[in-house]
């Protein structure tokens, strides 16, 4: 799979009447997210124009499983309060993501420069980098690649974000990959381009 047809099929995605409906409802959540509480369902039933009792079924019905804790609050919508492997530092204030894209593109989004900190799924390599709106700095190792996922399925985190990774290098991406014909590894400016393109969305 090239990069140029995954994020083909992302824009299609994100721009289709499914995808406008989760940028709508999901800009306003992952902003209720970053005051690093976990939002109710009425709250995010109300961001969203649904009722509470509804709100998770209207996201599923959208391929957009919401991140619940165990009291029924939402959690994570690309964004997370939850420690994962994928975090990003802005002004001081840490949060995590559900993909390596998230990383990229949420650092445009809102417009900062992001210390962003992951692992390599293969080697164990930390991996650490600054984003901004003009783009990635200080990439360690600097071999980094990034796999990105073909984004189709009923849960965007299993057939898109769990796929879409930063590793250490090109071979190791190719290892994790060599089965999945789905998915592009990207150097890190084309991932970084594919994120710029997804943030002018929201």
């Not at 445009?108 to 783009?135: D, F, H, Q, Y």
Request: aromatic share 8%; net charge negative; hydrophobic share 45%.
């Amino acid at each position: 799979m090239d990069v140029a047809s995954v994020r083909q099929r992302l824009l299609e995605k994100w721009t289709s009447p499914k995808g406008l409906d989760l940028i709508r409802a999901g800009g306003p959540l992952v902003a209720s997210l970053m005051q690093g509480k976990p939002v109710s369902l009425d709250e995010a039933g109300r961001l969203a124009g649904v009722p509470a009792d509804q709100i998770l079924d209207w996201w599923a019905k959208r391929d957009y499983i919401l991140e619940c804790d165990s009291c029924g609050n939402v959690v994570g919508a690309g964004l997370s309060i939850v420690p994962a492997r994928h975090s990003f530092e802005i002004e001081g204030r840490t949060f995590w993501a559900w993909c390596a894209m998230d990383c990229l593109m949420f650092a445009v989004v809102l417009g900062k420069e992001a210390r962003v900190r992951s692992t390599c799924p293969v080697t164990g390599t930390p991996i650490t980098m600054l984003v901004g709106k003009n783009g990635v700095r200080e990439p360690s190792p600097a071999s980094v690649v990034v796999t990105i996922a073909w984004p189709d399925g009923p849960d965007i985190r299993k057939s898109f974000c769990d796929r879409t990774s930063f590793y250490a290098t090109r071979e190791a991406a190719l290892e994790a990959t060599a089965e999945q014909k789905d998915v592009a590894v990207a150097t890190l400016e084309e991932a970084f381009a594919v994120g710029k393109d997804l943030a002018a969305l929201f």
